[in-house]
């Protein structure tokens, strides 16, 4: 059965950084592209990073340019997102979800989610 | 970027009556492969988001025929025929043919 899980949420400072991890299982993981996806308290779904399958291409919101990373590992079916420069407003439970493209958008599978709370 | 803008925000529907949720782009959603990615996704109450409908009217497998999506163009939605318990939730739209992919605001469906 596909899965994803995510992992490495946590409490952390303004102006610190934390890795996200999301480990897939199920499916042949170098066949896909994959996003994270946010969601702030009180708020909806906000787009935050897309990479290629292959992970030679990848788009980031312009919220998060310049701050955030998200990269791949195909040999251990793991993706990742490196957050640096938090701020409050990056609290939001991150999902990684998965698709077919980075051109053009069908996100069939999400994970559960993982927790990020950026607090003094 | 795409505005994505659903109304209504919030719904109480009595069950076995129907509901509808509508989603209008601020563009055109027809891809360059002639597909229009626009999407429909459920989360219910402390779960993460389930995709309904893929390219405006494709049914999820496994998801009740009671779910349709329909339009075209910058107009859609979303109709559950007759809603059930199960169905609380927020159910997002979602654009998938301009980058950056973009979502409505949510609507929230509950029982009266």
């Known amino acids: 059965q596909a899965q994803l899980m995510e992992s490495g949420g946590g409490v952390v400072q303004p102006g610190g950084s934390l890795r996200l991890s999301c480990a897939a299982s199920?499916?042949?993981?170098?066949?896909?592209?994959f996003h994270w996806v946010r969601r702030a308290p009180g708020k909806g779904l906000e787009w935050v990073a897309v990479i290629s399958h292959d992970g030679r291409g990848d788009f980031r919101a312009a919220s998060v340019r310049g701050r955030f990373s998200i990269s791949r590992d195909n040999s251990k079916n793991e993706l990742y997102l490196q957050m640096s420069s938090l701020r409050t407003d990056d609290s939001a439970i991150y999902y990684c979800?998965?698709?077919?493209?980075?051109?053009?958008?069908?996100?069939?599978?999400w994970g559960r989610g993982t927790t990020v709370t950026v607090s003094s | 970027d795409v505005v994505m803008t659903q109304s209504p925000l919030s719904l109480a529907v009595t069950l076995g009556q129907a509901a509808s949720i509508s989603c209008t782009s601020s563009r055109g959603l027809v891809y360059e492969d002639g597909h229009t990615y626009l999407h429909w996704f459920q989360q219910r109450p402390g779960q993460s988001p389930r995709r309904l409908i893929y390219?405006?009217?494709d049914r999820d497998s496994g998801v009740p025929d009671r779910f349709n999506g329909s339009g075209s163009g910058t107009d859609f939605t979303l109709t559950i025929s007759r809603v059930e318990a199960e169905d609380v939730g927020i159910y997002y739209c979602?654009?998938?043919?301009?980058?950056?992919?973009?979502f409505g605001q949510g609507t929230k469906v509950e029982i009266k």
């Open positions: 390219k405006v009217s």
């Open positions: 199920g499916f042949t993981f170098s066949h896909h592209a």
């Open positions: 979602m654009q998938g043919s301009h980058l950056p992919p973009t």
């Open positions: 979800a998965r698709d077919f493209s980075i051109f053009y958008y069908n996100i069939d599978l």
